[in-house]
């Protein structure tokens, strides 16, 4: 099993340019999130999402929109780009809880460096 | 809201010695999951240890060990034996407990050196 990756690993952007950031899990997984990682900040929760169909916003949800068409994928778009979300973004997935199913334990992608110029 | 606090921006341990890193957290919840995530240079966040609330004995594995204390709401992390491999920026992480709770509330982190 790969786990969780994500692509692309680096990306440059001028302000104003979009993109899409694409984080893939072959672990089954229902349970997907997006986090931004800043010097100094820790990781903090952009969106996340509960299964195939669903998204929701989470700490810091603004200038990023979010889908999840296929189960095992989670995307993350930055329409216009803009020097503040300049940053390392984590995609990381986890199972529903269930009874006979470690719960909670979040399994990390590799991280995406973004610049935005 | 929940918060967790890494008092410790950066620690330093001789091969082979111990080392402890410190994490203090609020909440007013009584359900909920305590983490140490590791992350070296590679970026990757890697689960070190998981801590559930409702239990007295603090969790363990092979060389990391917690130290929960949970009325001072307290959850130090214990590293012995420290190697080389053991470099990284170290997250204390937190969750709210039941069904539905996914948010993972992180500290800044410890960065952690270790010296030959």
């Known amino acids: 099993n790969a786990g969780v990756t994500q692509t692309p690993k680096f990306r440059v952007l001028k302000t104003g340019q979009s993109m899409t950031l694409l984080c893939a899990q072959d672990?089954?997984?229902?349970?997907m999130y997006w986090y931004r990682q800043d010097p100094g900040m820790g990781l903090r929760l952009i969106h996340y999402?509960?299964?195939?169909?669903?998204?929701a916003k989470g700490e810091v949800p603004d200038g990023y929109n979010v889908s999840r068409l296929k189960k095992q994928n989670f995307l993350l778009g930055l329409e216009s780009a803009a020097p503040s979300q300049t940053s390392v973004y984590f995609c990381?997935?986890?199972?529903?809880?269930?009874?006979?199913?470690?719960?909670?334990?979040?399994?990390f992608g590799p991280g995406t460096r973004l610049t935005v110029l | 809201a929940q918060t967790v606090t890494q008092s410790q921006p950066e620690m330093s341990v001789q091969e082979a010695e111990t080392v402890t890193l410190s994490c203090t957290y609020d909440?007013?919840?009584?359900?909920?999951?305590l983490f140490w995530y590791k992350q070296p240079p590679s970026r990757q966040m890697i689960l070190v240890i998981r801590?559930?609330?409702?239990?007295?004995q603090n969790a363990t594995e092979n060389r990391f060990s917690v130290n929960f204390q949970k009325a001072a709401k307290s959850f130090s992390l214990k590293i012995s034996d420290s190697q080389l491999g053991d470099a990284a920026m170290y997250f204390c992480?937190?969750?709210?407990?039941?069904?539905?709770?996914?948010?993972?509330?992180f500290g800044k982190g410890t960065l952690l050196t270790v010296n030959p």
């Open positions: 999402s509960v299964g195939e169909g669903t998204t």
């Open positions: 909440t007013s919840e009584s359900d909920y999951y």
């Open positions: 992480a937190y969750r709210r407990g039941g069904g539905s709770n996914y948010k993972l509330t």
């Open positions: 672990m089954n997984h229902e349970y």
């Open positions: 990381a997935s986890s199972y529903f809880p269930r009874l006979a199913v470690p719960t909670d334990t979040q399994y």
């Open positions: 801590q559930e609330a409702y239990k007295q």
